[in-house]
């Protein structure tokens, strides 16, 4: 299982760095909508709620770029038939692919989060950089097993691109809701520390999307 | 499959006796809601709402729920009758829904003013559970192979069943408590309206499940019909189009999963 998952992990970021088709896409559509928001917005400097909305709303549709991206090679370049024609465990699939999910989304924060702190964010990010980064890191779990989760179920219909958005949404919410709750308090001008009850509940929806992808994600992978 | 034939006038007779009970207890509720129940000391008759909204939205959970159970039954059994359970619990479960939303933002205009209030969890995660349960339906559209479809619907059903009481604890974790919520239990209720409400529960529980009925009844008469067509089609030009062909072209629409396991021993036993 766990030299599946690494090969499985392999292919997949060996084909990004050859292919380039989803973290710049996503980093650059993060840095786009900072520029949206200050516009529509018309606010050069945000902080606290305000600040955690943005952000978390523009990582969140960065990542659905990546999301609707994610299988597309494996169900048109036959990708899916190499796989089940191998003697492994389907489960495997679905780790390479969150984790690669998840590692799409670290290398967009990496790029998103300085820009946020560069552009929009009135306080400066010193000393609550850690704990955002947690936050990020627990919101960007689910993020990663829901996404693979949808983008498999939305690749092999006609309309991927619409119902990939429309079923990552609304299940994407509570990571929202948990997210920005969470990381408001760490981006306000006077700082304070996240409250406990959001950073439990993204570990629970976290585990809890978790278990329920490895129950389902074999029935998408029958034929 | 070999029962589908004799228990179909078995359906047809429970079903009556189905829908004869929702509307005896039906009339029963309304009776009770309007000429038994106390009128609310705040909020006088306008909370007489509370008797058609909380039972629509309770009945619509539960029909969610209950879906991705029988959506664990279809992925068990591979049984195309289960799907077409989940899709008919879900499809009811929507309408409901809509009715919820309907009802809580009238109730919400009422006795807060406003048509919307984010500070109610309950009507929020409502909203929440209806968009994702809105794309059920283009998601089977949008997939022709009718086996995968059923099978996709039931993961969507299973993982959404899944999402809905998650939902229901992010969001009520988020509000604060500005409205009290002196409505959310039958706990604290006068006896009298603690009774009519159970008794409208049972009367949504019983309009949903002959809601539920007729729309599987209709279902299975139809794509008995359909068999019965193609049948005699076959054998008025025989094998001028070909059976299987034409059971795939029709079979792309999202509502029929069934209609080809249904429709297979019919022919079967015909020739």
């Known amino acids: 299982m766990r030299r599946t998952v690494a090969a499985l992990l392999r ?9 380039w088709q989803s973290v710049p896409g996503m980093s650059l559509f993060a840095l786009t909508t900072f520029v949206v928001f200050h516009f529509a917005l018309n606010r050069s400097r945000v902080d606290g709620d305000l600040a955690a909305g943005i952000l978390w709303v523009t990582l969140l549709f960065a990542a659905i770029l990546g999301v609707n991206r994610l299988f597309v090679a494996d169900a048109e370049e036959g990708g899916f038939d190499g796989f089940l024609l191998a003697p492994v465990d389907r489960g495997a699939m679905l780790l390479a ?24 964010l009135g306080p400066t990010l010193g000393g609550t950089l850690p704990s955002l980064a947690g936050v990020l890191a627990l919101g960007d779990l689910g993020v990663a097993v829901i996404g693979t989760l ?15 958005p429309l079923l990552a949404l609304p299940l994407m919410v509570p990571i929202v809701i948990a997210g920005s709750r969470a990381s408001s308090p760490l981006l306000a001008l006077r700082g304070g520390e996240p409250a406990a009850r959001w950073l439990a509940t993204l570990g629970l929806y976290d585990l809890l999307f978790g278990l329920i992808a490895y129950a389902l994600f074999d029935f998408l992978l029958e034929d | 499959m070999h029962s589908s034939s004799p228990s179909s006038p078995a359906v047809g007779s429970g079903l009556r006796a189905l829908s004869i009970a929702a509307a005896a207890v039906m009339a029963v509720a309304l009776r009770l809601v309007f000429f038994y129940a106390p009128l609310d000391a705040d909020q006088g008759f306008l909370q007489k709402i509370f008797y058609l909204h909380v039972p629509l939205a309770i009945v619509a959970l539960c029909g969610f729920v209950a879906a991705a159970l029988m959506a664990i039954m279809h992925l068990r059994t591979r049984d195309a009758r289960w799907d077409m359970r989940s899709y008919v619990a879900i499809h009811m479960s929507l309408i409901f829904a809509v009715a919820t939303l309907i009802t809580g933002s009238i109730w919400a205009r009422g006795s807060w003013g406003h048509w919307w209030v984010w500070s109610e969890p309950t009507l929020v995660s409502f909203l929440i559970v209806f968009l994702l ?43 604060a408590y500005l409205h009290p919520r002196v409505l959310g239990s039958t706990s604290n209720l006068p006896p009298r309206m603690a009774l009519t409400f159970i008794v409208s529960l049972l009367a949504m529980a019983l309009l949903y499940a002959t809601l539920c009925g007729c729309e599987l009844t209709a279902k299975r008469t139809r794509a008995q019909l359909r068999a019965l067509r193609r049948l005699a089609d076959a054998r008025a030009g025989a094998g001028e189009d070909g059976d299987p062909q034409s059971r795939r072209s029709r079979s792309a629409a999202p509502s029929m999963p069934a209609a080809g396991t249904l429709a297979a021993p019919a022919p079967r036993g015909g020739l």
């Open chain 1, 11 to 19: 292919k997949e970021l060996l084909i990004e760095l050859r292919s």
């Open chain 1, 97 to 120: 692919k969150a984790l690669a999910l998840l590692l799409y989304l670290v290398a967009l924060e990496l790029v998103a989060v300085p820009a946020f702190a560069l552009l929009l």
């Open chain 1, 150 to 164: 949808v983008a498999a179920l939305a690749v092999r219909t006609r309309a991927r691109d619409l119902l990939g």
């Open chain 2, 133 to 175: 349960y809105a794309t059920y339906q283009p998601l089977r559209f949008a997939i022709e192979d009718p086996d995968r479809q059923a099978r996709y619907a039931s993961v969507f059903a299973i993982t959404a069943g899944a999402f809905v009481p998650m939902n229901f604890i992010a969001v009520r974790l988020s509000t």
